[in-house]
């Protein structure tokens, strides 16, 4: 009989592909000041570029969730990984702005499968009263990913150009994917459930009836307005607005992204703590959130600017951890992967927007202002949606179908 892979192996694994999955996503961000120039690309068309990424990426969070539900987690991260890589490389031979959208779509595409398939592994390979603090510590990777992304991918950009750097950083999925499958080679969890009782059908209705559900939806949408809008055009911002080269813009940005990674581990450890306390907690996040967004376009230098950008991303990262850990205290295990695909879906089609609509105002105010007031407003918005989420409650794996729609369940 061949001996489960230790749990902390396997979060490894997982923190490891979120890192890389940030790496290839963010190496653009950096990139994206050269390819406008070398493709006589303005602000526009370099935000709906941005954006693609993010109808791909949003579009296959559910599916993902249910695909990670049905094979299993194991065979979903592999398959994505390896489908992310590819269109990681193929983003440095594009042609002309029609193939870099398609390019980036379907690299979108092979990330979105990966944030539901790694919640699953994490219902599937941690036991109820350690999900919150693994998915939490898994979690984390992503603002360290932001941060970890420039220091790799700035020498790289400055060393090989834009088009040699895609093809140079897709080589880290190949590897992480056959680290991946040896370790997990003698998992119990390699299938997933092919069928589901009669009566486990009606939870993925009951997911949709859920009004607390679109709630926690409508709050990550305007959250990741945000979050995403902030990191899409954060270097870009440094090199123009502030006239800095790439090399300091992509080490400054990365300031931000450590802190941010602190807060996610910090706050998940906050929020598991306090329970259904939790909502104040983030509603008051959200607001400080808000207030250092706006105070970027009051700053008078550079220093004044990080910091303000820092703490906004400190105060946005609970809002990430309460979000993040609500599938493993109220859902069945065996439909975390389509609860959490739900949830990401509503934070992830934010991206779609953010990017393009920052893109369209700096080039049509001439200013970053206008950009930082509408990031501004998104989080605003979301912490008078938290305002109306119920209190909630940590409750065990089998109790989800009982309650009625309007809320998610306590504990009993």
């Known amino acids: 009989m061949k001996k489960e892979p230790s749990s902390k192996l396997i979060l490894t694994a997982l923190f490891a592909a979120w890192i890389v999955s940030y790496i290839d996503r963010g190496v ?13 690309l303005d602000a526009s068309a370099l935000g709906i570029v941005l954006s693609s990424f993010f109808v791909g990426y949003a579009l296959m969070q559910i599916p993902g969730g249910w695909l990670a539900d049905k094979f299993g987690s194991r065979k979903v991260i592999v398959v994505a990984i390896l489908f992310w890589s590819l269109f990681t490389g193929l983003s440095g031979a594009a ?5 870099l959208l398609v390019i980036r779509f379907l690299f979108g595409i092979g990330e979105g499968a990966y944030p539901s398939a790694s919640t699953k592994a994490i219902s599937d390979y941690f036991s109820t009263e350690k999900r919150t603090k693994a998915q939490t510590t898994m979690m984390s990777s992503n603002a360290l990913g932001g941060a970890i992304a420039p220091i790799i991918c700035t020498p790289l950009l400055l060393w090989l150009g834009w088009r040699h750097t895609f093809l ?11 680290w991946f499958l040896y370790i997990t080679r003698g998992s119990s969890h390699k299938k997933g459930a092919s069928s589901l009782p009669k009566a486990e059908k009606g939870v993925y209705k009951e997911l949709l009836r859920n009004t607390t559900l679109w709630k926690v939806m409508a709050l990550f949408f305007f959250a990741n307005i945000a979050s995403w809008g902030l990191s899409s055009w954060m270097p870009t911002y440094l090199i123009e607005a502030q006239g800095i080269d790439l090399k300091a813009a992509g080490l ?7 802190i941010a990674a602190l807060g996610m581990l910090v706050s998940g450890r906050i929020i598991d703590r306090i329970g259904a306390r939790a909502k104040y907690v983030v509603t008051g996040c959200l607001f400080m959130y808000a207030l250092f967004l706006f105070l970027v376009t009051r700053a008078g230098g550079l220093a004044e600017i990080m910091l303000c950008m820092s703490l906004a991303m400190a105060f946005g990262s609970f809002t990430l951890s309460f979000v993040f850990t609500l599938p493993h205290r109220l859902m069945k295990q065996r439909v975390v992967g389509t609860a959490f ?11 779609i927007l953010s ?16 950009a930082f007031l509408f990031l501004t407003a998104s989080c605003l918005v979301a912490a008078i949606i938290s305002l109306t ?4 409650n940590n409750q065990p794996d089998d109790h989800i179908t009982d309650q009625p729609a ?7």
């Open 28 to 40: 653009i961000t950096l990139a994206l000041s050269q390819m406008g120039q070398d493709m006589n």
């Open 95 to 99: 042609w002309s702005l029609a193939s």
């Open 168 to 178: 140079a950083i897709s080589l880290l999925g190949v590897v992480l994917v056959i």
């Open 252 to 258: 400054v940005s990365a300031i931000p992204a450590v």
């Open 341 to 351: 695909g739900m949830i990401n879906f509503g934070g992830q089609a934010a991206g």
């Open 355 to 370: 990017p393009a609509i920052m893109g369209f105002l700096i080039l049509s105010t001439n200013s970053y202002n206008s």
């Open 389 to 392: 989420i119920p209190r909630l």
């Open 406 to 412: 309007g809320a998610l369940p306590a504990r009993h």
